[in-house]
């Protein structure tokens, strides 16, 4: 059976800017303090990219002194961030669930209705569930290619109706860490898609159309997110020693 998303590694300059968008999140891994284990690092990076990926749907970024969130987008982002290291088993294999979880999660504070929490509109039906196939194991392109798909896709699709910007984000960060290119969650790629959040809009609907130059331009600006989003993490290992 052949590999869906083989395809995409012949596009111009894809195969390119994957090796670099690994190559950079790798170094950051072999700084000091990361290779003694860099839980600092994680920690920091997890919360500022949750900050992100809050403002790119609107939210105030900024977390009260008292540490007490109202924002309800900002609010979720943390929940879903917190959770990362427990949902990562069971994105592995059953991506589905994972998603539910993150929706209840992301959006309790969105939804009057509490039952719609974790329920995937049904016309998504089939596209997660190839998306699902392409999770668990139906490609084995390089992790940046992955990571690319299943955020442009769940962008695109907008499976819940709320949340779905974060929760797009955070299954992106997900897949970087299952699939080896960001195994300790170190890096930023969010606070890049915030500070081009015109740019990250316009390749969002690019890969939207389906078209072999649309799904080109985002993954080669995912790919540019991440190698930023390893300078980002280079400069919180740097303030962590």
């Not at 920690?43 to 790119?56: D, I, N, T, Y």
Request: with cysteine; net charge negative; aromatic share 4%.
């Amino acid at each position: 059976m052949s590999d869906p998303l083989a395809p995409l590694l012949d596009l111009e300059g894809v195969a390119e800017a994957v090796k670099k968008a690994q190559d950079a999140v790798f170094a950051v891994h072999r700084l000091p303090v990361n290779l003694r284990g860099g839980s600092a690092t994680a920690a920091e990076a997890s919360v500022r990219g949750a900050r992100a990926s809050a403002a790119l749907d609107g939210a105030d970024p900024e977390i009260p002194a008292d540490a007490e969130v109202k924002d309800p987008i900002l609010a979720g982002a943390l929940r879903v961030a917190e959770a990362s290291e427990s949902l990562l088993p069971t994105w592995r294999r059953a991506p589905r669930q994972a998603l539910a979880r993150m929706h209840v999660l992301a959006a309790a504070d969105l939804v009057d209705d509490q039952d719609a929490l974790g329920r995937p509109d049904p016309a998504a039906g089939t596209r997660l569930d190839l998306l699902t196939q392409l999770v668990t194991g139906a490609t084995s392109v390089p992790g940046p290619v992955l990571t690319a798909v299943v955020h442009g896709e769940l962008l695109s699709l907008r499976p819940f109706g709320t949340a779905d910007g974060v929760l797009a984000r955070a299954a992106a960060r997900l897949t970087m860490t299952a699939t080896g290119v960001d195994p300790k969650g170190l890096s930023v790629p969010e606070v890049a898609f915030f500070r081009r959040a015109a740019r990250y809009q316009e390749a969002a609907a690019a890969f939207a159309t389906g078209s072999p130059d649309g799904v080109r331009s985002w993954l080669l600006f995912v790919c540019e997110a991440l190698e930023a989003g390893a300078r980002e993490a280079k400069s919180i290992a740097d303030a962590a020693g």
